[in-house]
């Protein structure tokens, strides 16, 4: 099965209010794959694990640059596995939706993976981003990083429907 990814408008106030309150900027990609029990620390898992190459180049170098500037370029080691995904910490987690994020200096985002059921085989995985951004910098951090965010996300979500498809079962998130 091929799977399409899709944008889906967001408008954060009414879509996700109660993550991010205060996001100035929200997009939103979905999709649709055929796995009865797939639950959002599932997906979220699949989402964030093993990254191809070019995420993983294109991140350290984020990390490179952006640690003079005292920004957080890495995961908090400070936290137990079960309380992060990949660098990003687990704001809450239910079977329905894993909320990811943290506030910065430049900005404040959320990271909303949700699965909701569309009949007895089918989930839907919309992974949704909120960014509130602080200040100058943070508006051009966010349009410096859109463009690569903007294939990021569909690759991270294409993963899900792969395995999925596959029927590969890992472990689920503490």
């Known amino acids: 099965m091929e799977h399409a990814v899709r944008p ?3 408008t954060p106030a009414t879509d996700c209010a109660n993550v991010l309150p205060s996001a100035d900027f929200g997009d939103a990609f979905a999709i649709d794959v055929r796995n ?3 639950d959002a620390p599932e997906a979220t898992r699949r989402a964030f694990a093993g990254q191809p190459g070019w995420i993983a ?4 170098l984020r990390n490179i640059l952006v640690s003079p500037l005292g920004l957080k370029s890495g995961a908090d080691e ?13 704001v809450s987690s239910s079977s329905e939706r894993v909320v990811l994020g943290f506030d910065d200096t430049h900005l404040n985002f959320r990271i909303i993976v949700d699965v909701k059921a569309l009949d007895e085989t089918t989930r839907r995985i919309t992974a ?4 509130h951004r602080n200040n100058l910098f ?3 951090y966010l349009a410096t990083v859109l463009p690569f965010h903007k ?4 690759t991270m979500l294409a993963r899900v429907g792969n395995e999925a ?3 590969i079962v890992q472990p689920r998130l503490g």
């Open 8 to 10: 889906i408008a967001v």
């Open 36 to 38: 009865a029990t797939l």
């Open 57 to 60: 180049r294109l991140l350290a």
């Open 78 to 90: 400070s936290l137990p596995a079960s309380g992060r995904v990949g660098i990003f910490p687990v």
């Open 128 to 131: 949704t981003t909120l960014v």
């Open 138 to 140: 943070g508006r051009v």
């Open 151 to 154: 294939l990021i996300v569909p």
């Open 165 to 167: 498809d596959q029927g």
